[in-house]
């Protein structure tokens, strides 16, 4: 669900605290006119799939939209599974002043990621799809959870410019 991407590179990207080497920001896509549901499911490999929907409208002066997804598969080596759910939503409130608030969710869930290790070459040159023991003995994994809200408001500025504060946590 995102409608555009802005790199910033070097120093400027400071701006957006400690990221002195660069900064990537991703902006959500605003909602159809209309409620619209957009389902998606793909299927690939090793039983990957991933399955997802994005719904979204405007009401008025509110415009919504909600992105959620499923991504599972079996990995392509032993003990190489994966399961990765996502979802991102936003609602914008628009007023008669022209200014705008925004509230962005974004929640990921990857609870149970299999890590088969890397390979020395001649396990590599053996069987490539094979896992390296340390990875069955210590049953390697790892466990993401990362929940993401903020706050935007923007105030139309004189000269077409736009004066904006927003809060993340």
């Not at 995102?2 to 080497?21: C, D, H, K, Q, W």
């Not at 997804?69 to 990765?84: C, K, L, V, Y």
């Amino acid at each position: 669900s995102t409608s555009r991407i802005e790199v910033l590179r070097g120093p400027f990207a400071s701006l957006y605290g400690n990221a002195s080497g660069g900064f990537i920001q991703t902006f959500t896509e605003d909602g159809p006119e209309r409620p619209t549901l957009r389902p998606s499911v793909s299927f690939g490999s090793y039983d990957s799939y991933r399955a997802g929907m994005v719904f979204g409208g405007t009401a008025g002066a509110i415009n919504y939209l909600v992105d959620a997804s499923r991504f599972q598969t079996d990995g392509s080596r032993e003990h190489s599974a994966a399961r990765r759910d996502h979802v991102n939503a936003k609602l914008r409130i628009g007023f008669a002043t022209g200014a705008t608030l925004t509230a962005i969710v974004s929640a990921l869930d990857q609870p149970d990621t299999q890590d088969p290790l890397g390979l020395r070459r001649e396990q590599m040159q053996a069987n490539p799809r094979q896992v390296d023991p340390a990875a069955i003995n210590f049953n390697t994994r790892k466990r993401i959870e990362h929940r993401q809200g903020g706050l935007v408001y923007e105030h139309p500025a004189g000269g077409g410019g736009v004066l904006g504060v927003s809060a993340y946590g």
